[in-house]
């Protein structure tokens, strides 16, 4: 799907994060022609600041007028938008035949309830569990909570949908950080976690993640390896100066985990 050279889509994104990922691999399942800017976010430039983002988070998608370059002010006409979730919501309503969201009013009120359990109750338990101590059966109940959503086989909503897009990169980060024994928890807390997510009792989201890793589009927007150096350094960092990310410090005494 190929908007005219005038009628540009520009987002500005970080390979590893879970927020940029939901816009990345929504753009590609559908095909929208769209120019990435790669942000490194261990060395922000002056740039996104001054001329695209005063608040520097990422993803952050302009769109209209021509390809930009990188660090280019956004011209006065274009559309400018902050958060993954508005991000994804906009980008159905441009694009509403692109498969992003179905037009049936139920099947959207059932994707809209699916991403505020997300939002609302699997990112706190995920930055809980991750940083800050929490207790492992609070992810584990988000998870389910979600888990409960899915039907019989496929998506959330039976076909892809952008709510898919706004769990997949948070479940996958999730499960290679247990993996690699990365994060502020107990490592017997991870083994539990860890567990848990591969016994009977969490075998639909299993298939649920099998199913979206093995679409292009997500194949093509996730590199694990990538993401366990990128959060190794950033973990380093953390433990070093008590922050994670802004507005995300972490308590002292779980620094030395
Ligand atoms: N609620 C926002 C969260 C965006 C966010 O926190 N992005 C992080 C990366 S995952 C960021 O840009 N952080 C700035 C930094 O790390 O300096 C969204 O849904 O887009």
């Known amino acids: 799907m190929a908007p005219d050279a005038s009628n540009r889509i520009t987002v500005y994104v970080a390979t590893e994060s879970p927020f940029s990922h939901r816009v990345t691999y929504a753009l590609e399942e559908t095909k929208i022609t769209h120019d990435p800017v790669w942000i490194d976010l261990f060395n922000k430039p002056d740039w996104f600041r001054q001329n695209v983002h005063g608040v520097m988070k990422v993803p952050y998608l302009v769109h209209g007028g021509p ?47 699916f991403i505020q359990s997300v939002e609302t109750k699997f990112i706190p338990a995920f930055v809980g569990f991750l940083f800050m101590g929490a207790p492992v059966h609070a992810i584990l109940g988000a998870i389910e909570a979600l888990q409960s959503f899915l039907p019989a086989e496929g998506f959330v909503l039976g076909t892809w949908s952008i709510a898919d897009a706004t769990f997949a990169p948070f479940f996958l980060r999730l499960e290679a950080l ?20 591969h016994s009977e009792r969490f075998a639909r989201i299993q298939t649920w993640i099998t199913d979206n890793l093995a679409r292009p589009s997500f194949k093509k927007t996730w590199d694990e390896e990538h993401y366990i150096q990128k959060y190794t350094q950033r973990l380093d960092i953390a433990r070093k100066t008590g922050t994670f990310a802004p507005g995300l410090d972490i308590p002292a005494n779980l620094k030395q985990k």
């Open 67 to 113: 390809q930009l370059h990188e660090d280019e002010e956004p011209g006065p006409g274009s559309v400018r938008i902050p958060e993954s979730l508005i991000i994804l919501e906009y980008l159905a309503d441009v694009f509403p035949t692109s498969g992003l969201l179905p037009a049936d009013p139920a099947l959207r009120a059932k994707a809209r309830l």
């Open 178 to 197: 247990l993996k690699n024994g990365l994060g502020l928890y107990d490592e017997s807390a991870g083994k539990e976690a860890h567990a848990a997510l």
